[in-house]
């Protein structure tokens, strides 16, 4: 693997495990009325289109990377809608 | 300019402006108790990383839509110091 496939792969993990705590803090404080809910769904639908992206490079990384993301921040949402 | 062009523009233009609601939100409520640090600092050297593999594929978009991200991150970082 080069150097430019780990740095890749090194950002794309940051990136997406980054909203692991955010969902995990929100879950334990029942509280995320500091989320806001624009920034929220433009990321949503960014990443949606992101995903679409990958798919149709056929670019495995950008489709994981994107998919996980996309799930995380649906569950932050998903907290936010159910607790505010 | 061709259909995953424009689709990887539009990706990257959403998911760079997100953070601009975040940012006046937390800059307008004086509040970021809800948001993460580790999500913020994980999520900033992450798109650090991004930004360097941008520079080193000589990759405009992904280092345009990343050093935006970052400025916009670094930003609400600072909210968060100041205002918790």
Redesign the interface.
């Known amino acids: 693997m080069d ?2 496939t780990i ?2 792969l ?13 969902m ?3 879950w334990q ?1 029942k ?6 809910y ?3 769904i ?2 949503i ?3 949606f ?2 995903l ?2 990958g798919i ?2 056929q670019d495995l990384a950008i489709i994981l990377a994107n998919f996980i993301t996309l799930i995380f921040n649906m569950i932050i949402l998903w907290l936010k809608i159910r607790y505010g």
Chains 1, 2 share one sequence.
Do not use: C, E, H, N
């Open positions: 150097f430019l740095l890749g090194a950002a794309a993990t940051l990136t997406t495990s980054a909203f692991l705590p955010q995990l803090k929100t404080s509280s995320a009325k500091d989320v806001s624009t920034m929220l433009t990321f639908i960014g990443i289109l992101w679409l992206y149709f490079r």
